[in-house]
């Protein structure tokens, strides 16, 4: 079976301070892909990121970075100096065998001014 | 705009009506994914589409529940006899086929309340 946990149900930081968002997957296959996905106040899901199972090298984009982790099942990402705009429900999802994404429950984070 | 369009964006009835939402794609994509999304859950999946063909079905979807894509563009989502407990957002999403890795494309969703 699959399955995304995303144990933060909710994060709140100030304006310019670094975020990290938990997600832990759990499958049996060995080729995955894990994607997170921004949900904002209008609904629609955005697509952030993606890695495949095959790479470990962790990256960074912009304000954003991953930390993938095949030992601990983790795929974690990080906000850098987060910004009011950053506020929105982040979701962790997997894509193996199947062709679906599994999505976790999602973590809402609140960036105040 | 060339993204994922869902209508009606939110929808209001009554319990033990039909309802219908509808799905048009990015145009080249030919797989259309239907998932539901209750108030703090992720996005469950429902069913998807290659082309006109429905590959899979979550049990989720109960017989009250069905979904077309008759030619392979636009896809339709019915739910018979609706009951309180679906109240819901149903969310469509696309992809090429030929990028098992990709990302899925979602639209903005369609909200239902059942009364």
């Known amino acids: 079976a699959q399955k995304v946990t995303q144990a933060q149900t909710e994060i709140s930081v100030v304006e310019k301070e670094d975020v990290t968002l938990d997600c832990v997957y759990e499958?049996?296959?060995?080729?995955?892909?894990l994607f997170w996905y921004k949900q904002p106040p209008s609904g629609e899901l955005v697509f952030l990121i993606r890695?495949?199972?095959?790479?470990?090298q962790n990256e960074i984009s912009g304000r954003y970075s991953w930390n993938f982790q095949k030992s601990t099942s983790s795929f974690n990402f990080t906000i850098t100096a987060s910004q009011v705009v950053d506020s929105a429900v982040y979701f962790c999802?997997?894509?193996?065998?199947?062709?679906?994404?599994?999505f976790g429950t999602g973590t809402r984070l609140q960036v105040f001014p | 705009d060339t993204g994922v369009s869902q209508n009606p964006r939110h929808k209001i009835t009554k319990r033990g009506q039909n309802v219908t939402f509808r799905c048009d794609p990015i145009?080249?994509?030919?797989?259309l994914y239907w998932y539901r999304q209750t108030l703090g859950q992720g996005p469950e999946f429902l069913t998807y589409?290659?082309?006109?063909?429905?590959?899979?079905k979550s049990r989720l979807l109960s017989d009250r529940f069905s979904a077309e894509r008759p030619k392979g563009s636009f896809s339709t989502l019915e739910i018979q006899r609706t009951e309180q407990g679906d109240s819901a957002m149903y969310l469509c999403?696309?992809?090429?086929?030929?990028?098992?890795?990709?990302?899925?494309?979602f639209g903005e969703g369609s909200r239902l309340t059942v009364l």
């Open positions: 890695r495949n199972s095959f790479d470990e």
């Open positions: 999802a997997l894509r193996g065998g199947t062709d679906k994404l599994i």
């Open positions: 589409f290659q082309n006109e063909a429905q590959l899979e």
């Open positions: 145009s080249e994509h030919n797989r």
């Open positions: 999403a696309s992809s090429p086929a030929d990028r098992a890795s990709g990302e899925l494309f």
């Open positions: 499958t049996r296959d060995t080729t995955y892909y």
